[in-house]
């Protein structure tokens, strides 16, 4: 996409005045941008696609707001902010990635019930409107429609305190969850009064590492002893890889866990690298081919089968082998192979924390 | 107590003189009883293979099939017991005919003498029993291939075939004197005679039925149909291993100098090489231990010791069972690439590892045991030379093309003529419903219909 049709695209998702409008745009931009990914640097082409992505997202929270002052119930009773989580917080959605979302806002100084209310129908509304988009909600109902996900400032801070103390299964999954979370819309002073306290509590509970660590590798890298590609065996993705889960899903966890460890608050993968470097936490040739395994995994990503379900941009993250190229296959097992070295690293040295 | 036991020995003393003070037995007395009691109990357990065989093939296929896949391997027994007394044994075993290089004359409707006749090891009762068990197992194998479409009806046109015919034609040739023991084609308990044959007419079984519906993708690849109880198929493992000493260790048929206990120590080893080689080679290559491959490995390591299990040293076993684990798992890849379903893994645990088993022997065979034996003579490793290797696969041939032969033959006309699969509801609805009127579980099942309101 050249950049003035880009912009002027950018220009109208900025000023569609309903949800239908922006759908259309949304579809004319998939059509574009699925031509260039073959031809396109994987990074640009993921910049741009989340540039979209996060243009639709934001118009998409105004329209709810109009809606809501429409609906005569005001506008915004306290500042609040629009947080993405999941890919949408990394800044690594492809063309059908889902919803994951939550919302942060001020410490009402009195009518916390009126202001809870507001904030509750104002998610509702942007949750169907991003799902009239083509945005399928969180099947984890991580969503700021469900009253969990949306709080305010200080009961976000209890609710972390609390995932701290009892660091279960869920809890800790919760805790990297918020780790990648990103102000899309709104006061992102909130956001990071947010993180203040993740990386505080971070700090006081040493031992969650350890938690974090089981979680995060618990997705294995699908290459087998001989360097082989573990591919689907049987039913309808039979030769197919799962490239989500096997391959991009551990390498984001790997370095979401060694990010959060030095207190690094980037949350795109790509960017969190360059911290560590900076950091002094990888060395620059690690970085390299890891930032190169990455790309390909990013690129391979947008490659998987898409599937249009009523109306959804729905993807189950499986890349069927017929469409890797020699070069590609072979770039890929070395690019698992990394994974899983990293995977390694990332044991040891949060292990070597521990003890 | 023991006032009371001395008074009571005292009083059967007095009473039973004659048990007292009874003639010893004779020395060779005394060895025909052990012989058969050991050929009985062997038969007991070979018997009791079918427990496994219920539980191996309901295990590893639906809910919906479960009553009948069990209750027809009992129903199928008890046939071919009436078949092989009144037809196979004399074809297997009965005496010489005018072709007896092929097959066997006589004895039909078999009666025995009702004790051992002087200088006998054993009573032709119990090798009857015994012999009568390995068909049945060879039947059971065969099932693998039916399993989860065919009509009951073919069930039994089948068995009279297999069991009057086919098994005994093979295990004539190769324990009943026929061309292929003169040749000395080494099959110590049947990876050729028992598995091969059974695991061929289960594969022309599955060919001519074709795959069951939802096995395979219109893009050629397969969909994985589960079977229903893990547990089930790890016992039905237990229990054919437990069996599987009658088998191997039986077919000594005689106590003599203790030699069953070495067949039996080789097949322990093999039957283990089978299952730690399976497991190891499914991790390294999907990433996964399955447990399915590991069960798999450990019966075709037992498949495969089963030929060689008299004739190799202990180190030899333990390869046979390693290759044999290993082989099983690329074999059920290659019949699923090959679109064949085989839903008991029958052709790659008793067909690939019973050849294997079979070629084996020509490799690894030692002379002393082979002399030992007083069947054919050393393998490739012992003596250097290929005659044997080259025996055993003329065997493997022969036998595989008459039993390919035979039951295309059997099964294609029977196909013809009355069919041979259930209709596509039937098979839907599941067999227990289709072919007995009641479900296996049926807490479990809904029979369609009962749903509906009225």
Same mark, same amino acid.
């Given at each position: ?50 540039? $979209? ?26 500042? *609040? ?36 209310? *507001? ?237 | ?87 196979? *044994? ?78 005994? $034609? ?36 599955? $060919? ?131 679109? $064949? ?99 296996? *579980? ?13």
């Amino acid at each position: 996409m050249s950049d003035p049709v880009r912009l002027q695209l950018l220009k109208q998702i900025g000023s569609a005045d309903h949800v239908e409008g922006l759908r259309s745009l949304r579809d004319q931009v998939h059509e574009q941008m699925e031509a260039l990914l073959p031809t396109h640097p994987v990074e640009q082409f993921n910049e741009q696609i989340n540039e $979209v992505h996060d243009a639709v997202i934001r118009r998409s929270i105004n329209l709810a707001e109009a809606e809501m002052a429409r609906l005569g119930k005001g506008s915004p009773p306290v500042p *609040y902010a629009y947080l993405l989580f999941g890919s949408g917080g990394r800044k690594e959605q492809t063309l059908s990635s889902d919803q994951d979302s939550g919302v942060v806002y001020e410490d009402p100084v009195s009518d916390s019930a009126d202001v809870k209310q *507001y904030f509750k129908e104002l998610s509702q509304i942007i949750v169907s409107n991003l799902q009239s988009v083509g945005y399928p909600p969180c099947e984890g109902n991580v969503l700021s429609s469900n009253s969990e996900w949306c709080l305010s400032l200080s009961e976000w801070s209890r609710k972390l305190d609390h995932w701290f103390d009892e660091p279960a299964w869920e809890a800790v999954r919760y805790l990297l969850i918020i780790a990648d979370g990103r102000c899309i819309y709104g006061e992102s002073r909130l956001v990071d009064a947010l993180k203040d306290s993740f990386f505080t509590d971070m700090l006081n509970h040493p031992i969650i590492l350890q938690r974090m660590l089981d979680n995060t590798l618990r997705h294995k890298v699908l290459v087998g002893i001989f360097g082989q590609l573990l591919k689907e065996r049987y039913g309808e993705d039979a030769g197919s890889l799962d490239i989500k889960y096997g391959a991009y899903i551990p390498m984001v966890n790997s370095i979401r866990l060694l990010s959060v460890q030095v207190g690094i608050r980037e949350t795109a993968t790509l960017d969190r690298i360059a911290m560590l470097v900076e950091a002094g936490q990888m060395s620059e040739s690690d970085a390299a081919v890891y930032k190169q395994a990455f790309r390909l995994l990013l690129r391979l990503r947008l490659m998987t089968t898409e599937q249009k379900e009523d109306g959804l941009y729905a993807n189950n993250g499986k890349l069927s082998s017929r469409k890797l190229t020699k070069e590609m296959t072979d770039e890929l097992k070395s690019s698992l192979r990394l994974g899983k070295k990293l995977q390694r690293a990332v044991f040891k040295q949060t292990m070597g924390r521990l003890t | 107590m023991i006032k009371k036991t001395i008074l009571a020995l005292g009083i059967f003393t007095l009473l039973f003189p004659v048990a007292a003070f009874a003639e010893d037995p004779s020395a060779a007395t005394l060895n025909m009883g052990l012989n058969s009691l050991w050929v009985m109990l062997s038969f007991v357990l070979v018997l009791l293979m079918q427990g496994g065989f219920i539980l191996l093939e309901t295990g590893s296929t639906r809910m919906k099939n479960a009553g009948h896949v069990a209750g027809k391997t009992i129903f199928t027994t008890g046939l071919a017991a009436l078949v092989y007394w009144a037809f196979g *044994y004399g074809i297997a075993f009965g005496g010489d005919s005018a072709v007896n290089a092929l097959f066997g004359w006589g004895n039909f409707f078999f009666d025995p003498s009702i004790t051992a006749s002087e200088g006998d090891n054993y009573p032709s009762t119990v090798f009857f029993l015994f012999q009568l068990a390995f068909a049945a197992v060879s039947l059971s194998i065969a099932w693998g291939g039916f399993a989860e479409r065919a009509k009951l009806s073919s069930y039994i046109v089948f068995t009279l075939f297999f069991v009057a015919i086919i098994y005994p $034609v093979v295990a004539h040739w190769i324990w009943g004197g026929g061309w292929l023991a003169e040749d000395g084609a080494q099959d110590f308990a049947g990876s050729t005679v028992v598995h091969l044959t059974g695991a061929l007419a289960a594969f022309v079984a599955t $060919v001519l039925l074709k795959p069951r519906i939802g096995k395979f993708n219109k893009d050629g690849s397969a969909n994985e149909i589960l079977g229903h109880n893990q547990v089930f198929t790890a016992l039905s493992v237990l229990l054919l291993w437990v069996g599987w000493f009658g088998f191997n260790a039986g077919s000594t048929v005689a106590i003599g100098d203790g030699f069953f206990g070495f067949v039996a120590f080789n097949t322990m080893l093999g039957a283990g090489a089978g299952g730690v080689a399976a497991l190891l080679i499914s991790w390294a290559v999907t990433g996964k231990a399955d447990i399915t491959t590991m069960l798999n490995g450990t019966l075709a390591g037992l498949v495969a010791i089963t030929a060689s299990c008299a004739f190799v040293d202990p180190w030899a076993a333990v390869v046979i069972g390693l290759v044999a684990g290993v082989l099983v798992f690329y074999s059920v890849k290659f019949f699923e690439k090959i679109k $064949v379903d085989d839903p008991i893994y029958a052709l790659s645990v008793h067909g690939m590892a019973g050849i294997w088993g079979t070629l084996a022997n020509g490799i690894f065979a030692t002379q002393a045991l082979a002399d030992k034996v007083g069947i054919g003579t050393g393998g490739l490793i012992d003596t250097g030379s290929w005659k044997q290797l080259w025996v055993q696969f003329e065997s493997v041939v022969v036998v595989g093309a008459f039993v390919l032969a035979a039951s295309f033959l059997i099964l294609g006309v029977m196909k013809l003529i009355i069919g041979f699969r259930v209709t596509e509801e039937q098979e839907i609805i599941g067999l227990d419903l289709s072919e007995h009127g009641a479900y296996g *579980y049926p807490e479990q099942m809904k029979k369609p219909g009962h749903n509906i309101q009225n």
